[in-house]
């Protein structure tokens, strides 16, 4: 189930680069734009759903001293998730949203999905 958070994750993450490459050169969205913004946000919360669920199974890392990488990756993406959803509150107001709320949302998903690599790429902990 991590290699599906990971890949949906993976997915998210370069539709939100082209959001928000778009976002920095002032173009007004298309729908087609706002299609992939609505893309991004399922994918973002489909990959949250799910690496909170294989966060369940058996931890990672644990001898190298990264066990807990998979809960802060989990904490950090569901803060993103949250100012996702913020920026979507903001966006359906039809108000202009703040490009520092921008930056965090992309800072915190890129340090969840750093995270959440580096837990993937650790091998898995049987017993202490």
């Known amino acids: 189930m991590l290699i599906a958070a990971l890949s ?10 082209v959001l928000g490459s778009l976002y920095m050169i002032k173009e007004e969205p298309p729908t087609r734009v706002m299609l992939a913004g609505w893309a991004h946000g399922a994918l973002g919360a489909l990959g949250v759903t799910l690496t909170l669920l ?14 807990s990488f998979g809960w802060l990756s989990g904490t ?5 998730l949250a100012g996702g959803l913020l920026i979507l509150i903001i966006h359906l107001r039809r108000k202009q949203v ?31």
């Open 8 to 17: 949906v994750i993976s997915a998210a993450v370069l539709i939100g680069l």
């Open 54 to 67: 294989a966060l369940r199974g058996v931890p990672r890392g644990v001898k190298q001293g990264a066990g």
């Open 76 to 80: 950090i993406l569901s803060l993103t």
């Open 98 to 128: 703040p490009a520092l709320l921008i930056a965090m949302h992309a800072t915190l998903g890129i340090a969840g999905y750093v995270m959440l690599a580096a837990y993937f790429s650790m091998p898995i902990s049987y017993g202490r």
